[in-house]
Antibody, heavy 119, light 107 residues
Framework: EVQLVESGGDLVQPGGSLRLSCAAS????????MSWVRQAPGKGLEWVSA????????YYADSVKGRFTISRDNSKNTLYLQMNSLRAEDTAVYYC????????????WGQGTLVTVSS | DIQMTQSPSSLSASVGDRVTITCRAS??????LGWYQQKPGKAPKRLIY???SLQNGVPSRFSGSGSGTEFTLTISSLQPEDFATYYC?????????FGGGTKVEIK
């Protein structure tokens, strides 16, 4: 069974940094693109970033470009999102999801981790 | 960027009703579209991929259609467990974009 488990969400001050992790199991992690999607409280879904199976290709939403970095460690079956210069508008539940490149959508999704940016 | 316009934003329906939700893309996306269901406090779950293919394990009352710029999700006979928010997602080109969501509520 494919499982994705996010961690690392926390309360952080504006301008601060945080690193999210997503531990994957149940599939050959290095063979699949992975993505991050977020959802602000009471709002819709927003795609954040995607990376190819080997991590060579990466893509970002304009709203996070230059501040967030997606990466992966295929030896640990783990996806990361390094978030710097955090703003109040980055407050959201962050989901990792399998897929997001090569014309594929997201399936499945992790349970999400909450990031709150507030002083 | 490709904009996804989803309608309606909310609807009230009764158990047994037929429900239709529409997504329009601002430019052609072939059939690179999926439909997702989200219940409160839970992660989204994919129902339909490639515009019309039913995800394994999803009840056959869900169906998708369309290609190019116009897409539809249909629930043929609404069940109590179907009350949720539904989103479309285009994965044709970056940035990937979601529709604004449709909240399906009990009448």
């Amino acid at each position: 069974e494919v499982q994705l488990v996010e961690s690392g969400g926390d309360l952080v001050q504006p301008g601060g940094s945080l690193r999210l992790s997503c531990a994957a199991s149940g599939f050959t992690f290095s063979s699949y693109a992975m993505s991050w999607v977020r959802q602000a409280p009471g709002k819709g879904l927003e795609w954040v970033s995607a990376t190819s199976g080997h991590g060579v290709s990466t893509y970002y939403a304009d709203s996070v470009k230059g501040r967030f970095t997606i990466s992966r460690d295929n030896s640990k079956n783990t996806l990361y999102l390094q978030m710097n210069s955090l703003r109040a508008e980055d407050t959201a539940v962050y989901y990792c999801a399998k897929g997001g490149m090569s014309g594929k959508g997201f399936d499945p999704w992790g349970q999400g981790t909450l990031v709150t940016v507030s002083s | 960027d490709i904009q996804m316009t989803q309608s309606p934003s909310s609807l009230s329906a009764s158990v047994g009703d037929r429900v239709t939700i529409t997504c329009r893309a601002s430019q052609g996306i072939r059939n690179d579209l999926g439909w997702y269901q989200q219940k409160p406090g839970k992660a989204p779950k994919r129902l339909i991929y490639d515009a019309s293919s039913l995800q394994n394990g999803v009840p056959s009352r869900f169906s998708g259609s369309g290609s190019g710029t116009e897409f539809t999700l249909t629930i043929s006979s609404l069940q109590p467990e179907d009350f949720a928010t539904y989103y479309c997602l285009q994965h044709n080109s970056f940035p990937l974009t979601f529709g604004g969501g449709t909240k399906v509520e009990i009448k």
